[in-house]
């Protein structure tokens, strides 16, 4: 009887530290709400990076199926992981609806969730579900793996990854400027690619792999208007000048980067990057490491509630 109230809960986990830290009279209307709309709740609240994951798996060990979150793109990235790591529940079993606070909400942008707490909540009454690929990144070197379920990078985009920490305080901006100063410092690394139809060795900008349409605080890095369930849309851009990138920017935002000349648009169900010791890798806008790696796609691995 327990676990079948637990499975009807939602554990609702919070980041503080999302868009820049969030004042507890916002956290306190957002509780209420839930109440207001009679949603059942378990409220957690992180502790220290990656916390997400721990309680995920240890609420998954206790019953529940249900996972609400409070924060932007890095928290749901992972309670996604979370999720699909541990080994009690099939993940295509498991809800998870978000009430976004962050600085980018690439995700939510996708579905037009929104940023309004009270409407974002009414989703959640509304119970309305999709089920969404979740991609995988299996480091061929440490044997580690990492799930997204938004988008991945490598090269450019990891590159900026790393550099983002001493911009946060820019919010939405923050992405951009690290995008315009890296370019000073970053240089083009050589990778040999596998996609389901191709093998090729080249130098190259940034290779951009998505589930979603949006990353990096708004900007559209793949051909999403072309975009098939099932598979990784695909963005491999060869190296291109300063200049280049700062005329050729509008691009990256209004869905057109297949009409940039560097930029090879394409498909793939899985993709290997290999020869790729010095470059790295971003998954949902978090630095994940860097190397060989193998990428494939979980087909319809997690339910989201959307409107």
């Not at 980041?15 to 109440?35: A, E, F, M, V």
């Not at 820019?170 to 240089?187: D, E, N, P, R």
Request: proline residues 2%; hydrophobic residues 35%; charged residues 20%.
């Amino acid at each position: 009887m327990k676990n079948e109230s637990i499975k009807r809960r939602w554990y609702t986990i919070f980041n503080p530290s999302s868009g820049g830290g969030t004042k507890q009279n916002k956290i306190d209307r957002i509780l209420s709400s839930l109440k207001q709309h009679q949603i059942s709740y378990e409220f957690i609240v992180t502790q220290y990076t990656h916390h997400e994951e721990q309680l995920v798996q240890s609420a998954i060990d206790q019953g529940y199926l249900n996972f609400i979150c409070i924060g932007g793109d890095g928290t749901i990235h992972h309670m996604i992981n979370g999720i699909m790591k541990q080994k009690n529940v099939a993940s295509d079993q498991i809800t998870l609806a978000v009430i976004p606070i962050g600085t980018g909400n690439d995700w939510v942008k996708n579905y037009r969730i929104p940023k309004d707490p009270e409407k974002a909540i009414r989703l959640i009454h509304n119970n309305k579900i999709i089920y969404q690929d979740i991609g995988k990144i299996s480091f061929l070197d440490d044997h580690k793996e990492v799930y997204f379920n938004n988008a991945a990078g490598i090269g450019f985009d990891a590159f900026v990854v790393k550099n983002i920490s001493k911009y946060k305080k820019w919010g939405s901006l923050a992405y951009i400027i690290a995008a315009l100063v890296s370019l000073k410092t970053y240089t083009p690394g050589k990778i040999t690619y596998v996609s389901d139809t191709d093998k090729k060795t080249s130098r190259m900008f940034l290779i951009a792999l998505g589930i979603c349409k949006f990353s990096g605080a708004g900007m559209q890095l793949t051909d999403y208007k072309n975009h098939k369930k099932g598979y990784l849309d695909i963005t491999f851009v060869k190296p291109i000048s300063l200049s280049k990138v700062i005329t050729q920017i509008f691009k990256l935002y209004n869905g057109k980067i297949a009409t940039v000349e560097e930029a090879v648009c394409f498909h793939s169900k899985k993709f290997k990057a290999d020869n790729n010791t010095s470059c790295y890798i971003q998954a949902d806008g978090e630095l994940v490491g860097r190397g060989n790696a193998q990428f494939n796609l979980i087909y319809n691995a997690v339910q989201f509630i959307i409107p």
